[in-house]
Structures are given as structure tokens and as C-alpha cells.
């Protein structure tokens, strides 16, 4: 059983953002059980781990937090979340499973902003073997290899260790083996960051979706708001509301995963 833990990372010395706060005050409101626990550098040798070290130098946080939220669920296990998820509902009733991870709605690749799981969970392991064996590098514009970012390790880590895992987004939650619960975009990010927020007004559009019974937790994308989306993300989305408009939402659904897959 998963414990009764929320952890999450905060690696500069900088005050919480309006919108870190909020996220963080809801953890409080909704899951009042639960221990909190903030993995800094007084918590965590930024040192110990050459990734860890080169990417906290880098100033490049998000990335040194990549192995650390890994480390934290494999070690003490428990539910990672991202500083700028805003919780709507207890996760109690998804502590019964080993691991449970999802999908997000803008990429249909997994969300590695919210999983969970048991002490010893072993795609956490396989995960974080890459980074143990990897070195951070910024490129001369300043700029990351996104094939690296932890959604992509994740992915790989998941097909490594279940062999029935698919990248295909699941229409309601699955439980792999007996061992982890994949469930869709909708549990824990629903916000199609690369469009719905650039035309949306923050609290319109996450009101929407804090009605859906089924949604634990959204993630609010905070390192992403306000960039807009070039014209070809615009225009795809047009085709794909009309698309849904005639097929329908899951069918739709089902096409993008395949579509990823054979990219």
C-alpha cells in the first residue's frame, strides 16, 4: 500500500510564486492526513549525483528535481507532486494499488508531474539508473535536449519493466500486472497547456475542469503560462475540434496515441 506521503521539490531558495502557494494550500485543505514533505538541498546532497549536481549548478531546477522525485517514492515511497499541482480530491482510494502514474492531456505522453507509489517501486529504479549514469548538459543557446525530460525517461522506464504497457492513452484507469494503475489525462492533467491556456483566463479555465468527478488533480503548468502556441499548434487544434466534433472524443483520443507511437 502506497503511504500517506506527499512529496515535492524546491531546490532554489526563492519565495513560493502566488500560484506555488495556492497549489500547495490545497495539499493542506483536501489532504489533511497526509504528510508533507519538501525535498530541498538540506534534505537532498544535490552532490551525490552527478546529474543532480550539473543540473542544480545549471540553475536548471526542474531538471535536478527529475532524479530526486524518483529517489524520493522509491525510498520512502508515497505521491510526488509538481509545486504547481492543484489538488481536488484525496488520492485515498488509489493507495491500495503498488504504483499508479497517467497521462497528460496536452502530449497524450505520460504526466510526470503527479505518480505515486509503494518503497522499492521498481520502474523508480529503472528510471533512476539513467540519471545515476548520466551526465546534464546545456547546450551554448542555454537550451536542454527535451528527449531527455522526465516524461521521456519515465516512458522508457514503464516499457522497460512492463511488457503489456502502451502508450496508448486508456479510456478509464488500467492496472498493469497487478502492479501499477495507468490512468487517463483527465485524473491528474487535463489542461491542454500547448493551446487552452494561452486562450483561456486561469481561473475560467481550470473551473471547468474542477467539476469532473473523476479528476483528482490539475496541473496548472506554471513554468509554461503565457507562451503562445505557433500557428501550425493552432491550426491542428481547429482540424482536431472538428475531428472530435464528427468522431467523438475517444475515437479521437485513440487515433492521437496511435499516431504517437509510429512518430
Same mark, same amino acid.
Given at each position: 500500500?502506497?503511504?500517506?506521503?506527499? !512529496?515535492?521539490? &524546491?531546490?532554489?531558495?526563492?519565495?513560493?510564486?502566488?500560484?506555488?502557494? !495556492?497549489?500547495? %494550500?490545497?495539499?493542506k485543505?483536501?489532504? =489533511?492526513?497526509?504528510?508533507? #514533505?519538501?525535498?530541498?538541498?538540506? $534534505?537532498?546532497?544535490?552532490?551525490?549525483?552527478? &546529474?543532480?549536481?550539473?543540473?542544480?549548478?545549471?540553475?536548471?531546477?526542474?531538471?535536478? @528535481?527529475?532524479?530526486?522525485?524518483l529517489?524520493?517514492?522509491?525510498?520512502? /515511497?508515497?505521491?510526488?507532486?509538481?509545486?504547481?499541482?492543484?489538488?481536488?480530491?484525496?488520492?485515498?482510494?488509489?493507495?491500495q494499488?503498488?504504483s499508479?502514474? /497517467?497521462?497528460e492531456?496536452?502530449?497524450g505522453?505520460?504526466?510526470?508531474?503527479?505518480? /505515486?507509489?509503494?518503497?522499492?517501486?521498481p520502474?523508480?529504479?529503472?528510471?533512476?539508473?539513467?540519471?545515476?549514469?548520466?551526465?546534464? !548538459?546545456?547546450?551554448?543557446?542555454?537550451?536542454?535536449?527535451?528527449?531527455?525530460?522526465?516524461? %521521456?525517461?519515465?516512458?522508457?522506464?514503464? *516499457?522497460?519493466?512492463?511488457?503489456?504497457?502502451s502508450?496508448i492513452? =486508456?479510456? *478509464?484507469?488500467?492496472?498493469?500486472?497487478?502492479?501499477?494503475?495507468?490512468?487517463?489525462?483527465?485524473?491528474?492533467?487535463?489542461?491542454?497547456?500547448?493551446v487552452?491556456?494561452?486562450?483561456?483566463?486561469?481561473? $475560467?479555465?481550470?473551473?471547468?475542469?474542477?467539476? %469532473?468527478?473523476?479528476?483528482?488533480?490539475?496541473? $496548472?503548468f506554471?513554468? @509554461? &503560462?503565457? #507562451?503562445? =502556441?505557433?500557428? +501550425?499548434?493552432?491550426?491542428?487544434?481547429?482540424?482536431?475540434?472538428?475531428?472530435? @466534433?464528427?468522431? /467523438?472524443?475517444?475515437?479521437? +483520443?485513440?487515433?492521437? +496515441?496511435?499516431?504517437?507511437?509510429?512518430?
Amino acid at each position: 500500500m502506497i503511504p500517506r506521503k506527499i !512529496h515535492f521539490c &524546491w531546490l532554489s531558495n526563492d519565495d513560493f510564486p502566488p500560484l506555488i502557494q !495556492h497549489c500547495l %494550500n490545497t495539499w493542506k485543505d483536501v489532504l =489533511p492526513e497526509y504528510e508533507i #514533505i519538501l525535498w530541498d538541498t538540506k $534534505r537532498f546532497n544535490v552532490n551525490s549525483i552527478s &546529474w543532480v549536481k550539473e543540473a542544480y549548478d545549471a540553475k536548471k531546477y526542474a531538471f535536478a @528535481a527529475d532524479y530526486i522525485r524518483l529517489y524520493a517514492v522509491y525510498t520512502e /515511497g508515497g505521491v510526488y507532486l509538481d509545486s504547481d499541482v492543484e489538488v481536488i480530491k484525496s488520492f485515498n482510494d488509489l493507495l491500495q494499488y503498488k504504483s499508479f502514474i /497517467g497521462f497528460e492531456a496536452a502530449t497524450g505522453g505520460i504526466e510526470a508531474a503527479i505518480f /505515486g507509489g509503494e518503497p522499492g517501486t521498481p520502474w523508480c529504479k529503472k528510471a533512476m539508473d539513467f540519471y545515476e549514469n548520466e551526465h546534464f !548538459h546545456v547546450n551554448e543557446k542555454g537550451g536542454v535536449d527535451l528527449k531527455i525530460t522526465a516524461p %521521456n525517461i519515465i516512458e522508457q522506464a514503464l *516499457k522497460d519493466t512492463y511488457g503489456s504497457f502502451s502508450m496508448i492513452q =486508456p479510456i *478509464k484507469p488500467m492496472n498493469l500486472d497487478n502492479d501499477i494503475l495507468i490512468c487517463p489525462a483527465h485524473y491528474f492533467s487535463p489542461i491542454k497547456y500547448d493551446v487552452e491556456k494561452c486562450y483561456n483566463e486561469d481561473r $475560467r479555465l481550470t473551473s471547468n475542469y474542477r467539476a %469532473n468527478p473523476e479528476t483528482y488533480c490539475i496541473h $496548472r503548468f506554471n513554468a @509554461a &503560462w503565457g #507562451i503562445k =502556441p505557433s500557428k +501550425s499548434i493552432q491550426l491542428w487544434d481547429k482540424y482536431k475540434k472538428r475531428l472530435t @466534433a464528427v468522431l /467523438g472524443e475517444r475515437i479521437v +483520443s485513440r487515433l492521437l +496515441s496511435l499516431l504517437k507511437i509510429f512518430k
